[in-house]
């Protein structure tokens, strides 16, 4: 009977700019929430809508202070000549592994959050009814890079990602 070794996290955090990112795409939050708070507590004068507008505004505060910062200690990623792992998620943690023989497709992904931080997202398209692989936050050059390694390790390994 032969013992798998444990499983450990993988040992590749992102790139720190990831934070940022992860904070600016929160923003646009914080206006579809305090908009329409916005408009009631002008309209109507109650002082109940200055309430929940402060309210909102210190939860999204705290969830721009420490959210984005755990998402950073909670993400890593790594590539082996047998599979691409990654972990993510805060309040649910998704562990994903994808065999190299499965994969099927490696592109790079720059929004323009990212394009203004340098970062990008590798997707690493697999046969599996799971979907894809995602490599978010990454500093650009190195995901140009870790798609340029990902396409020669699947070319050289046999088998037809089915």
């Known amino acids: 009977m032969t013992v798998d070794p444990p499983l450990r996290p993988p040992a590749h955090q992102v790139n ?10 929160t923003l ?17 004068g109650a002082t109940a809508w200055g309430v929940t507008l402060a309210v909102t505004g210190v939860l999204v505060l705290a969830y721009l202070l420490v959210v984005p910062r755990l998402l950073f200690r909670i993400h890593r990623w ?15 943690r998704e562990w994903r592994i994808a065999p190299i023989s499965r994969v099927q497709t490696v592109d790079t992904q720059h929004g323009p ?13 697999t046969a599996s009814a799971r979907g894809a ?3 978010a936050g990454l500093d650009a050059r190195d ?9 020669e390790t699947t070319q050289a390994t046999p088998g037809d990602a089915t």
């Open 28 to 44: 646009p939050w914080l206006v579809v929430l305090a908009a329409p708070q916005v408009v009631l507590l002008v309209t109507t």
């Open 78 to 92: 790594e590539i082996t000549d047998e599979a691409v792992y990654t972990l993510s998620g805060w309040l649910v």
């Open 16 to 25: 720190p700019r990831a934070v940022r990112w992860w904070q600016l795409r």
């Open 113 to 125: 959050l990212q394009q203004l931080l340098k970062l990008a997202t590798v997707t690493v398209t």
């Open 133 to 135: 692989v995602k490599i």
């Open 143 to 151: 995901a140009a890079e870790l798609a340029r390694t990902l396409t």
